[in-house]
Structure formats: C-alpha cells, structure tokens
C-alpha cells in the first residue's frame, strides 16, 4: 500500500464524513432534535457511567465537538482501512460499493447493538435503513475514488 494511496482513502473518507456530519447538523437544526449521532454519543457516555446529558436537547458547541470529531476520526480510519484491505488495482466502483455495504453492516448491523449504544438495525423502519445504506454507500465511493485519485499521482 502506498503512502499517498492510503492518504487518498483517508482523505476520501474524510469527505464523505465531513458531508454527512453537515446533512446531520442540518438536520438537527431545522428538526429542533439531536442527530443520530448525538445519540449513540450519548449512549455510549451511559454505558461508561459518564455524565447523562438530556437526550431531548440539542447538543452545545463542545458536545458538537466531541460529537463530529469522534465521527470524523471514524472516517479516517475506515478510509484507512479501506486502503488496507483492497488492491491498488480494485475498481472504484466495485471496491466502493463493496467496502461501503460491509462498513454500514458492521457498524449498524453489528457493533453498535453489541455494544448497546444503537437498537439493532433490523429493528429500524425502511426509510432509516434506505438512508443509512445510501450514506454508506456514498462513504465507500468517496472513500475509493479518494484513494484511486491519489494512488495515481
């Protein structure tokens, strides 16, 4: 794995993170309720025994912080990972739908009802589903398109 090849996913999947945490703020501005990302943040501090914020507000600026950076970090490893675990040569197309598909599984599928921030994805209604999978996918691609970009210079 090259070096600006892993950059080019990292970045990728940077992008993709920094678009999605925007559609999420959006959101919890026009909405008045915290994103899907606050809640698995604030879960997360319940089961660590941390402080308990109040799950109906919105959260502050450093809450916001710990929030989106936390999701951002997420991002560059997985980009990370997808430079790890694919070919120089896989197609962006292919590598990115493939490598968006299993992050979304392991993350919403898997992981987050086993560490009991999130309820199991099969439990969510089809809309949720639909969006979560289309995110991801979009993830992926980034995340591949990124990493093929920079592999070629």
Sequence with gaps: MS?????GAIAGGLTA??????LLVAGERKSGR???????ERAAE?????RVRDHGALPGPGEQ????GGH???SAVAGATYAAVTDEDSGVLSSGILFGLSFYAAMHWIVGPLLGVKKPEWQADPATIGMHTANHLLFGLATAAGARLFSRR
Excluded: C, W
């Design 34 to 40: 915290p994103s899907e990302l606050a809640d698995l």
């Design 72 to 74: 951002l970090l997420l």
């Design 65 to 68: 912080a710990v929030i989106q």
């Design 17 to 22: 993170g920094i678009g999605i945490t925007a």
């Design 3 to 7: 070096g600006s090849r892993l950059f």
């Design 46 to 50: 319940a089961r660590l025994g941390l």
